[in-house]
T-cell receptor, first 113, second 114 residues
Framework: KQEVTQIPAALSVPEGENLVLNCSFTDSAIYNLQWFRQDPGKGLTSLLLIQSSQREQTSGRLNASLDKSSGRSTLYIAASQPGDSATYLCAVEAKGGGNKLTFGTGTQLKVEL | DTAVSQTPKYLVTQMGNDKSIKCEQNLGHDTMYWYKQDSKKFLKIMFSYNNKELIINETVPNRFSPKSPDKAHLNLHINSLELGDSAVYFC?????????????FGQGTRLTVV
């Protein structure tokens, strides 16, 4: 059974800092890993999708890496801004899982002025 | 244009009532999902439909009955609501058989059972 864990559960940083969020999964038989952002009371916004054959993906100030063999992914946020404050969720799509996503527990990020 | 839309956004109801949540996607995707986010913010799959056919049913009580009239719609009907059903329910869609495409989520429906 696939289990996804994210650390830290919460993180508070001053504006301008670079930061790393971590995601680990127990079963490496995945198609892809997706990072989402969730703002309070809102839905999920997809940030990056990394295919199992890829090592990293970049979008603006975001860079996500994937090490499938070790069951780990990181989301790097450069030059953080208060607008980055949100909960970040990683999710994996496992092989044979019918396209469902298994989510991590989330990291609640606060970027302070 | 909203890609995945759910209605209502908020739903407050009494125990024992029956309620429905509607979901529609205009992305042309063939697979739709219902996820539940509990009070601890943990998201878990409930159901998945592909072209109106049930694909995934993750040990959800049979008081929950999804219905897919066509591949662009997936509604969730809940009978005899219980306090423990209070949660945020998210609808999502993607393309089956193309696992390396993103899943898109609706804004969520916050259900409160009192």
């Amino acid at each position: 059974k696939q289990e996804v864990t994210q650390i830290p559960a919460a993180l508070s940083v001053p504006e301008g800092e670079n930061l790393v969020l971590n995601c680990s999964f127990t079963d490496s038989a995945i198609y892809n890993l997706q990072w989402f952002r969730q703002d309070p009371g809102k839905g999920l916004t997809s940030l990056l999708l990394i295919q199992s054959s890829q090592r990293e993906q970049t979008s603006g100030r975001l860079n996500a890496s994937l090490d499938k063999s070790s069951g780990r992914s990181t989301l790097y946020i450069a030059a953080s801004q208060p607008g980055d404050s949100a909960t970040y969720l990683c999710a994996v799509e496992a092989k044979g899982g019918g396209n469902k996503l298994t989510f991590g527990t989330g990291t609640q990020l606060k970027v302070e002025l | 244009d909203t890609a995945v839309s759910q209605t209502p956004k908020y739903l407050v109801t009494q125990m024992g009532n029956d309620k429905s949540i509607k979901c529609e996607q205009n992305l042309g995707h063939d697979t739709m999902y219902w996820y539940k986010q509990d009070s601890k913010k943990f998201l878990k799959i409930m159901f998945s439909y592909n072209n109106k056919e049930l694909i995934i049913n993750e040990t959800v009580p049979n008081r929950f009955s999804p219905k897919s009239p066509d591949k662009a719609h997936l509604n969730l009907h809940i009978n005899s609501l219980e306090l423990g059903d209070s949660a945020v329910y998210f609808c999502a869609s993607s393309v089956r058989g193309q696992p390396n495409t993103e899943a898109f989520f609706g804004q969520g429906t916050r259900l409160t059972v009192v």
